[in-house]
């Protein structure tokens, strides 16, 4: 019985391993579903930058070039790294997008850190023009090329930083007149996927199940005709 429950506890556990989240996430930034619109002053939080998945696990139509990926911190100062991420490539895609209500004066700063379960493949944080077209969330509305991204010049500084593994990126934002963006592009997880985007349990996870209750189901035929053996030995003449 022992080894008949180890087996369906592993197949439980394949399961529910199948649908743990793609990300943690701390300080000023939220999970959201992708808005209608991220266009100035449509979608505005006072308090949190928003992220919200675009693509999951998609093939990119096209090359793209993405402006940072090498680990280390970024803010204007330092010398960005960009590259080509071939056409065909299996990727994810967030948006991280901060907009406020504000006289476009006062800045709110916003500090927070995304990890992700993916390697970092690239970020694109000042031209859009072709990961909008490859990248964007179906029914989301962007802003223009000059209409969003960071602002290496302004004196209080945007920043972010990939982690040295590129699973983690942290970031900083100085928030006023124009929205903050940033697209992070992470390697597509190979799980193959629902329509709602969660994960779809490998067939050997059922494979494990029937495993289980097969073998349940024969131990219990082998109880029952040691049982029965065991009855005609104690009724047999002597």
């Known amino acids: 019985m022992k080894s008949t ?52 696990n998609t093939a990119l139509g096209g090359n793209l070039k993405v402006e940072a990926y090498l680990p280390g911190k970024y803010d204007g100062l330092a010398a960005t790294a960009g ?5 065909g490539r299996t990727v ?22 995304i990890s992700f379960n993916e390697k970092i ?13 490859l990248l964007g969330a179906p029914g989301t509305s962007y802003e223009s090329t000059s209409g969003h991204g960071l602002d290496f010049n302004d004196p209080n500084g945007d920043m972010f930083r990939i982690s040295k593994n590129r699973m983690r990126f942290d970031f900083s934002f100085t928030v006023s007149g124009i929205t903050d963006q940033i697209r992070i592009i992470t390697a597509g997880n190979t799980t193959p996927s629902d329509s709602s985007g969660n994960p779809i349990p490998e067939p050997v996870t059922t494979t494990l199940l029937a495993m289980g209750l097969g073998g349940l189901t024969l131990r219990r035929r082998h109880i029952e005709g040691s049982t029965k053996r065991l009855n005609v030995t104690r009724t047999a003449p002597t």
Request: no cysteine.
């Open 5 to 56: 429950l180890t087996i369906m506890a592993t197949g439980t556990i394949l399961v529910a391993a199948g649908y743990t989240s793609a990300m943690s996430l701390s300080g000023d930034v939220n999970m959201v579903h992708s808005p209608v619109s991220v266009q100035d002053g449509d979608r505005t939080n006072n308090h949190k930058a928003l992220l919200f998945t675009e693509q999951n």
């Open 83 to 87: 590259r080509t991420l071939a056409a």
């Open 121 to 133: 493949l690239g970020v694109i944080f000042g031209n859009f023009d072709a990961s909008d077209a």
């Open 92 to 113: 994810s895609s967030y948006m991280l997008h901060a907009d406020v209500d504000s006289d476009g004066v006062t800045p709110v700063m916003m500090t927070g850190s």
